[in-house]
Structure formats: structure tokens, C-alpha cells
């Protein structure tokens, strides 16, 4: 057997071009697993710039934070004598007073431009006074000084903040992994001949993981070839598995089970006492084993993961050891986990049981892995002793976008009823109970119809007969995910008025079972009728209180209607600071709710926005493409998202393939019958024909769009589209001077086009001061000296950064000049 040569460095210019990052920022966090070899990748980009280096780390998770700022001092001194011997006097600064001490400290020090300050193994800091004080230095220090931190991961560093406002630069493992040709540097390197087959193999397997592409050059060492499924196992088990005891293997197979672990979870399923010791000892001799501080959960990396599992042969063990893990996750009330485990116990009843038990019920418990088997494969007498349960597998079917599945579960809905009524005794739960809850669920069936809506709601309101659902809870998604409530159920002309009368009077009701969700509809469907057909005090008043109303429940989903409603008021009006305010304001409640329903809204509303506001660059580039697949839709017929990307179409001038989509996008909207769907389809093509075709083409298809409209008295729809329209428009007014509505939808275009030159003059939405600012950011005028030049507070300048920052959407200065100059603001 040949000796494994030495190891060496790969010099990695891929890396390194992406370090560069590091003069960018005040602070780059370089965030990865043991075995990735960040410290040598900083370390080696360093020494090729030549900039001056303070190098530290923490050196245990003992270490103190006195001793940390010892060694921090020494370091700074081979720089700096005067300031080592300031700092070490002045100490850990425990207070506001100290650190600002510490901070002018360190401006005052004598430095070259771009020293950087490394801190390496910060993951083992447990000093919240020490993590609170870099934040604080990041904050304040001068633009020529920089901080890397080097940790395993980022638990004791809060950087949201430094985040938001540009400050910091996060460097992950993605980053940091080997790419195919790397690896075959790096195979070429250390004396290794392997074939592009077997480096894309490593490749694949790896992930690029650098100590695990050792590990394999080992094994090739060793004469195991990387051609077969089977080598990896052989070496997994050659040089991981057997190195432990008998104890420590079944440990690791029963582990295998999970994904990640706690310590204490770990102890629950295998009933290994020792867990946490073994555990310890695990991860500190292989990097197969790691721990996510962040999350506080273990992890066995994929490749050992892979074995143990294709190890585990006893089906009757996995079975007991899933059941324990369902146990551990059923005590602390995570229902939509536990169950997932139960089912691949094979407890299908206890399943059962759990989902028709009202104390159980949450709103996401019956969505767990493996619910469509489970529930498709039991016979209907078993599915009618469990209604409860039933009826939440019943609202997932309906919901899930599959047409076969929604009509099954429609059959499933009238059988169930019609068990109910024709019970001759007692059913579980009582028959009103159920039947309300039956009424509650039909709801999803007939989604887009008010009035079915409203007759289910008043049906589940009398048999309840002053209860709450057990079923419908406060943290269900009301909208179903559409940001614009109306457009749900206005399915003919001449009834938008009476559709909103009676979801402003009746869906409320919803409220008053659903312990508060839907609350603030009524006031979102009144802004939106008023906003549609001119009445703007009205729309701004009622999409104010939906928006305060909706707060008081966390109803996510309104307020992202009630907000797009204020928004394109906003926009017509000339407000364009004041409407991109209310945008961030919904990106950070969407941001914060974390659910992929709202996410795919935000991107509709916010790809609506910007096509009103002209700006191609603005819309998500799934709605500019029309690739739908990164989207998550309850109802994939609803089509609002080709609204906006027919916007994308015209604003790219894109008129035939518009003209030619004009067609597949009526087929979405004729799939729910959505009619503000086919009114902005026909504006669509009166666009794209007038721009093809000329103006008695385009008026053609215009007046068919009037008179789609006209009875509703449908005008801000139009002026959204009036540089595309406008020219049309007022070729048909002039025609018919008589025609009260077309001069009104002309007046509507009229103010909407004042509007987008205000937009315009407003230098994309920054303010004197903010321009002023990045300009000389443009110059090349660090952050003091633009505080000195303007006669300003350092802080201040900070703070219109990241102003500048928020409204230019990007994360930090050379992003941001370059946004500008793109915009022609620079």
C-alpha cells in the first residue's frame, strides 16, 4: 500500500475572486463546517494581497472573553503600540461608554488601508459580550478597516441588522466547495490519477466537501475503486463504521433514522444513555458527524447517513424506532412531525385518532408526509368512524391543484354529508358538529362562488349555534394566496357590486367560527370596489382599516391584499415614495410570516407594481419568463400571475408573443371564470394588436374591453395601462364625444401618466440628500470623509446608506452604484 503523500493547498482563483468581497464590506463572515477549509482560503487570499493582517481566535468553548481581548490586544499592538496599551487598560468594555472608548480607540489607530482584522473559530464564543461588542465595531468603524469572522456557524452573531443596512458579507460553504475542475486540480496536486468519470463521481457524491474528497483519495489509495455504489460503502465501513465498537454502531444506525437530533432526542430513541458522551466523541474525531449550533441539532453527513441507512435491514426495529420518535415529537405538541413518523410505523389508526381528537387539531397537523397514501388506501367505513380527520384530508385534496383530486374530493364531501344526515344513531362528535364542519370545508370547493360561500358559512353558523370550528383555525390562509381578494369571486360583468356587498356582509361571519381568520375582509372588499371604480378617499379609508383590522389576528394574507389595494392607490396619485414605503413594509411582514403562499404573493404584488411603474427590471424574473415552477399556488387555475406576465410582455415590447399568449392566458382565467382575468387579457391585446396592427385594430379590441367593463364602472384598471392604452383611448373618446365613461377612463390615464413622470423625476425614489450621498460613494469618498464634507454624523451617512440601500434593493455600496448607474441616476 502506497503512504498517503503530504497534504497541500490549492490555490483556488475562484475563491478568491469571490474573497475579494471582503474591501467591500466592514464585516465577511466566512460560515462553514469543520473540513471546508475556510481558514485557509482567507488566510492564503490575504497573503496574495499583501494587506496588513491581525490574526486571532478563540481557542475553546473555556475560552474567556478577557483572555480572547489579551491575545486581540497583543495582536493589535504589532501594529499599533499606543493603541495595544490603551485597549488592554481600558479592558473588555462592558458598557455603552466603554465601547464607544474602544471604538475611538481603534479609529485613531495607525493602520494602512484595508488591514483586516481576522477572528477565527468564533463559533466557540459564548461571550454575548463579546459578539454584542464586533456588532457595535461593525457599525462604527472607518471603510479602510475590515473584519472576517471565521465560525462553524452564526448562532452568537446577530447580523439581520448588519445585514439590512450593508454591513455585512456572509461567505458560505456553497462558496467554499470544490468545484469538478478543482477537484481535479486538486486530484492532480496531490498525486492522485483519476478519469473525468470518476471525478464527476466524486463530484456528485461529495458535494465538493474537501475532506470528504480526501477521504475517497484515500480509499483509491487503498485500491477501491470510485466506479462503484458499492466502494463508497466499503470505505464508509472500512474506515468509519468498524473503527467503533458494537455499541457504537447500533447507536449510529438507530440515529439514522432522523435527519437532525438534539442530544436529548437522540437519548429518547435509542435509549442509549450515553448519548450525549458518544455524541461528543463522534464529532470530535470524524466530520461526518457535526452539530448545528444555530438550530442546536446534530447532523450525520449524507455519505454516512446513506450507509447507515442501507445498513438498517430490521423492519420491525425502524418501525419501533420511528413509533419512539413520534412519541418524543407527539409531547411536544408537533403534531404535523409526529405523525409523519407514526405513519411510517405503520399507526395508521393512532393516526386517525390523533387528526379527529379536537384537542389535537392545528391547522398544517393533517399535511404531514405521507398523508395522500395513508388516507387514499383506507376503506370509507373506517374514513366515516373518524370525520374530523376525514374532513382534513378532504380540504387538502380540494386544495392541492390537482382537478381529478379536487372532483374526488367533492364526491367524498356530498358521501360524507349524506352519511351524516342518514345516521339512524349518535355519530362522533354529534351530527351538527360535523355538519357544520362539512359546510366549513365545502367552503374550498366552491372557493370563487360568494354566494355558495356565504349559504356554507350561514349553514356552518346555525349549527354551531354559538361554538368555533375545531377545524378552521386563525393561522389559515383566508385568500387561498391571491393578493387581490375581488378578483376571487367576480366572475360576470354588471356584478361587482352585489359580489362585494354581500363578502363585505357575510364573510365576516367566517371570522366569528375561525377564531379570527378573515377577519378585516369586509374593509379589503370595499377598498378594493372603491379603487377600482374611482371612489379614492373611500379606497384609501377601508384598505387602511383592513390593514389595522387584519394586524390584530396576524391575517397575512388580507393584509397583502389590503396593502397592494393602498399601494396602486398610492401609484395613481402621484405618491410614489410613500407606495414603495408600504412595499418594503409588506416584504418585511411576508418575510417575517415565512410561508410559501405569501412569498409567491409578494412576488405577484411586487411584479405588478413595478410593471405600473414601467420597470421592466423590477418584476421577479419568474413572472418576466413566465416560468411558473418556483411558484406556490393553492389554486394553479386563478392565473392572477399571468396578469403580470403579460405586463413583463409589453413592457419588453414583446407584441406577438403577447398577442399569441392572449389566448393561453384566457384558458387559465376560464378555468374559475376570473373576470378582472379576461378584462386585463383584452387590454393585452388591444396593446399588442394597436402596436402590430394599428389604431382601428387596437380600438376594436379596446371596446370590447369597455364594454366588458363599463357596466361596473371599472376605471383604475385601465389607467394602469395607459402608456400602452392612452393614445386609443383618446382616439374613442374624441370619437364619441358622448360616451361619459370613455372620457372618464381618458381623465383616469391622464393623471396616471402625471404620476410616472413624477416617479421619474423623483430619480428613482431617492431623496436629494440620499443621491448627494451616493454620489460621492461614486467618487470614492469613504463614510467619514462624506460625513466630514456634508457636515454630518458618521452614523448619519450610515443610516442614508441603508436607506439607499432598501430602495435600490440591493445589499451594499458597489451594488448600489452600480444599480444607479444602470438607472441613469449617476
Known amino acids: 500500500m502506497h503512504a498517503i503523500k503530504k497534504l497541500k493547498n490549492l490555490k483556488r482563483e475562484r475563491v478568491n475572486r469571490i474573497l475579494e468581497s471582503i474591501f467591500e464590506y466592514p464585516l465577511t463572515i466566512v460560515e462553514a463546517p469543520i473540513g471546508y477549509g475556510k481558514t485557509t482560503a482567507v488566510r492564503e487570499f490575504l497573503a496574495l494581497k499583501g494587506v496588513p493582517v491581525i490574526w486571532t481566535s478563540f481557542l475553546s468553548e473555556d475560552d474567556t472573553s478577557s483572555w480572547f481581548w489579551e491575545r486581540l490586544t497583543a495582536e493589535i499592538g504589532k501594529f499599533d503600540e499606543v493603541a495595544e496599551i490603551s485597549l488592554k487598560k481600558l479592558g473588555v468594555p462592558s458598557d455603552t461608554p466603554q465601547t464607544a472608548m474602544a471604538i475611538s480607540i481603534l479609529n485613531e489607530m495607525d493602520y494602512k488601508p484595508d488591514t483586516t482584522l481576522v477572528i477565527d473559530d468564533f463559533h466557540l464564543t459564548r461571550s454575548m459580550r463579546v459578539t454584542a461588542l464586533f456588532r457595535r465595531f461593525v457599525m462604527e468603524m472607518p471603510d479602510d478597516f475590515h473584519i472576517v469572522i471565521l465560525t462553524r456557524d452564526t448562532t452568537n452573531l446577530d447580523i439581520t441588522e448588519l445585514s439590512v443596512k450593508g454591513l455585512c458579507n456572509v461567505v458560505s460553504q456553497n462558496t467554499l466547495r470544490f468545484t469538478d475542475s478543482e477537484i481535479r486540480d486538486y486530484c492532480a496536486l496531490m498525486g492522485f490519477m483519476a478519469g473525468e468519470s470518476e471525478i464527476s463521481k466524486i463530484a456528485d457524491y461529495t458535494g465538493g466537501w474537501i475532506s470528504l474528497i480526501y477521504l475517497i483519495m484515500l480509499g483509491m489509495e487503498r485500491g477501491i475503486p470510485v466506479d462503484r455504489n458499492g466502494a463508497i460503502n466499503e470505505l464508509v465501513e472500512k474506515v468509519l463504521y468498524k473503527a467503533y465498537d458494537e455499541r457504537i454502531q447500533r447507536f449510529l444506525l438507530r440515529l439514522s433514522i432522523m435527519d437532525s437530533f438534539t442530544v436529548e432526542q437522540a437519548m429518547f430513541v435509542t435509549q442509549e444513555g450515553k448519548s450525549e458522551e458518544t455524541l461528543k466523541k463522534l464529532r470530535r474525531e470524524n466530520a461526518f458527524v457535526t452539530f448545528d449550533e444555530a438550530a442546536g441539532v446534530y447532523k450525520i453527513h449524507n455519505v454516512l447517513l446513506d450507509f447507515l441507512r442501507g445498513k438498517q435491514k430490521d423492519e420491525e426495529e425502524c418501525a419501533m424506532l420511528y413509533r419512539r420518535l413520534g412519541e418524543w415529537h407527539l409531547a411536544r405538541r408537533e403534531y404535523r412531525t409526529a405523525y409523519g413518523y407514526l405513519c411510517r410505523a405503520g399507526e ?479
Open 348 to 826: 395508521t389508526e393512532r393516526i386517525l385518532a390523533l387528526l379527529d381528537n379536537e384537542d389535537t387539531v392545528t391547522s398544517d397537523a393533517a399535511t404531514f408526509d405521507g398523508v395522500l397514501d395513508l388516507f387514499a388506501a383506507l376503506p370509507r367505513e373506517m374514513l366515516l368512524k373518524y370525520p374530523l380527520a376525514y374532513l382534513q384530508y378532504i380540504a387538502i385534496i380540494l386544495t392541492n391543484g390537482d382537478p381529478g383530486a379536487f372532483q374526488d374530493g367533492v364526491r367524498r364531501l356530498n358521501e360524507l354529508q349524506e352519511a351524516c344526515e342518514q345516521a339512524e344513531g349518535s355519530i362522533p362528535h354529534g351530527r351538527d358538529r360535523v355538519l357544520a364542519e362539512l359546510y366549513l370545508t365545502r367552503i374550498f370547493a366552491v372557493f370563487n362562488d360568494a354566494k355558495e360561500i356565504a349559504a356554507c358559512i350561514k349553514e356552518a353558523q346555525r349549527l354551531l349555534n354559538g361554538d368555533i370550528s375545531c377545524l378552521q383555525k386563525r393561522e389559515a390562509e383566508f385568500t387561498l394566496g391571491s393578493p387581490y381578494f375581488l378578483y376571487t369571486c367576480y366572475r360576470e360583468p354588471g356584478s361587482l357590486k352585489e359580489i362585494t356587498e354581500l363578502m363585505a356582509s357575510d364573510f365576516p361571519i367566517f371570522a366569528e367560527l375561525a377564531d379570527g381568520c378573515g377577519i378585516g375582509c369586509d374593509y379589503v372588499a370595499l377598498a378594493e370596489y372603491a379603487l377600482e371604480t374611482g371612489d379614492w378617499q373611500a379606497a384609501e379609508l377601508n384598505a387602511l382599516k383592513a390593514i389595522y383590522k387584519a394586524q390584530t389576528r396576524e391575517q397575512v394574507g388580507l393584509m397583502i391584499c389590503a396593502y397592494f389595494a393602498l399601494i396602486r392607490l398610492y401609484l395613481y396619485q402621484g405618491k410614489v415614495d410613500e407606495a414603495l414605503e408600504l412595499l418594503q413594509q409588506l416584504r418585511q411582514d411576508v418575510t417575517q410570516a415565512n410561508n410559501i403562499y405569501y412569498n409567491t404573493g409578494l412576488d405577484i404584488v411586487e411584479g405588478y407594481v413595478y410593471g405600473c411603474l414601467t420597470r421592466l427590471d423590477g418584476i421577479p424574473p419568474w413572472l418576466q419568463t413566465g416560468d411558473m415552477s418556483p411558484a406556490h399556488f393553492f389554486y394553479q387555475g386563478l392565473g392572477f400571475n399571468y396578469i403580470v406576465y403579460g405586463k413583463a410582455l409589453l413592457l419588453a415590447r414583446n407584441y406577438i408573443k403577447l398577442e399569441i399568449l392572449t389566448d393561453e392566458f384566457a384558458r387559465y382565467f376560464s378555468i374559475f371564470h376570473n373576470q378582472l382575468g379576461f378584462l386585463h387579457n383584452q387590454i393585452f391585446r388591444a396593446a399588442a394588436k394597436y402596436e402590430l396592427y394599428g389604431m382601428e385594430q387596437g380600438c376594436a379590441a379596446l371596446r370590447k374591453a369597455f364594454d366588458m367593463a363599463r357596466e361596473d364602472h371599472i376605471i383604475l384598471l385601465f389607467a394602469e395601462y395607459a402608456p400602452a392604452v392612452i393614445d386609443m383611448v383618446r382616439h374613442m373618446a374624441h370619437t364619441d364625444l358622448r360616451d361619459a365613461y370613455i372620457k372618464e377612463v381618458l381623465s383616469a390615464c391622464g393623471q396616471y401618466l402625471e404620476s410616472l413622470k413624477h416617479a421619474a423625476q423623483s430619480t428613482a425614489f431617492l431623496s436629494a440628500r440620499e443621491l448627494e450621498i451616493l454620489t460621492l460613494a461614486a467618487e470614492g469618498f469613504k463614510r467619514n470623509e462624506i460625513a466630514e464634507k456634508l457636515c454630518v454624523a458618521a452614523g448619519t451617512v450610515q443610516t442614508h446608506l441603508h436607506n439607499i440601500y432598501l430602495k435600490l434593493e440591493v445589499g451594499g455600496r458597489t451594488a448600489a452604484i452600480k444599480k444607479a448607474q444602470k438607472l441613469k441616476l449617476l
